[in-house]
Every structure is written in structure tokens, then in C-alpha cells.
């Protein structure tokens, strides 16, 4: 399975039915500028949930990515999908650095990601820890998403 249509176990929850947006169909929004709410995500139907999961994430399929949800969600009942800037150059798009939010989480954890471990990660699986340890998050997911990707230590 490619990088774009990925799901991890830690989202295993809610992935079979797509009832909240995995880590990749998020990762695509966030490439294409495009902040969809979860109550945009819900006036989806299933197959349109799946189409999205699918959707490739080069350059020119993100463009048209954009394109189909800025149409698609001006139908819905919360109107059209609100613009973002595109991600890029974001903390997990770069190799050079652990993000210091994601330090910061992994402190309060008890545990820490090593830069080289960090560089070993694919795109998605640094999307994932970086959304994961934002302020505020509960972090619920952030240990289980650790312990998956092979990282952290002493974990319940």
C-alpha cells in the first residue's frame, strides 16, 4: 500500500469506517491548502470518504484534490472548505530536525525520538507524530503511534 492511502493500527478505532479523517487523507489536506471539518468529512458519503483515501498526492493530484473539495463542500451544510496555506517546508516535511513540539510531547511521556530515528521515518509516519503532539492534544494516540512506529520506550 503506498504512502498516500496508508492507514496505521493506532487509527485502527475508526478507520474501517471512516467515520473521522485518517492520518493520510489529513496529510492530502494539508498539502493541497484545505481545512475540511469533521463535519464536512461527515456529509461525505462512504464511497466519497474512500475516493479520498485513495487519492494519489502528487503535485498535479493534489492540485486536483483541491479543486474537487473547494466544489465538493461549497454543496455541504457547512458551505465550502475554508482555504489554508499549503504545507510547505512544515516541521514534518523536513529530516534536519525533530520538531520541538513533538520533543515536548515525548518529554512529558517519558521517552524521546532521536534525529536519526526522526530521518528514518517516512513522510506520513512524521506527519502523524507531528499532528499528534500538537498543544493542547490530548496525546492519546501519540504513545500508541510511538510504540507502532518502533520509537519511545516503556510503554503500557
Known amino acids: 500500500m503506498s504512502l498516500h492511502e496508508r492507514c496505521f493500527a ?6 474501517d469506517d471512516l467515520r473521522c479523517l485518517p492520518m493520510a487523507v ?22 466519497e470518504r474512500g475516493r479520498l483515501l485513495a ?3 502528487g503535485p498535479e493530484a493534489i492540485t486536483e484534490l483541491r479543486q474537487w473539495l473547494k466544489g465538493r463542500s ?11 496555506e ?20 515525548c518529554e512529558q511521556l517519558g521517552t524521546a525520538v ?7 521515518l517516512d513522510e506520513l509516519e512524521r506527519f502523524a507524530l507531528a499532528k499528534l503532539s500538537h498543544p493542547g492534544h490530548e496525546h492519546r494516540n501519540l504513545p500508541r503511534a510511538l510504540k507502532e512506529f518502533g520509537l519511545g520506550s516503556g510503554w503500557a
Open 86 to 105: 499549503p504545507a510547505i517546508a512544515a516541521d514534518w516535511q523536513q529530516v534536519d530536525a525533530v520538531p520541538e513540539r513533538l520533543r515536548a510531547a
Open 74 to 84: 461549497a454543496k455541504l451544510a457547512d458551505g465550502p472548505a475554508k482555504d489554508l
Open 114 to 120: 532521536e534525529l536519526a530515528q526522526w530521518q528514518d
Open 55 to 57: 487519492w494519489a498526492d
Open 26 to 47: 489529513r496529510r492530502k489536506l494539508d498539502l493541497a491548502g484545505v481545512k475540511l471539518k469533521l463535519s464536512h468529512w461527515h456529509g461525505l458519503d462512504p464511497s
Open 10 to 15: 493506532f487509527e485502527a478505532d475508526f478507520v
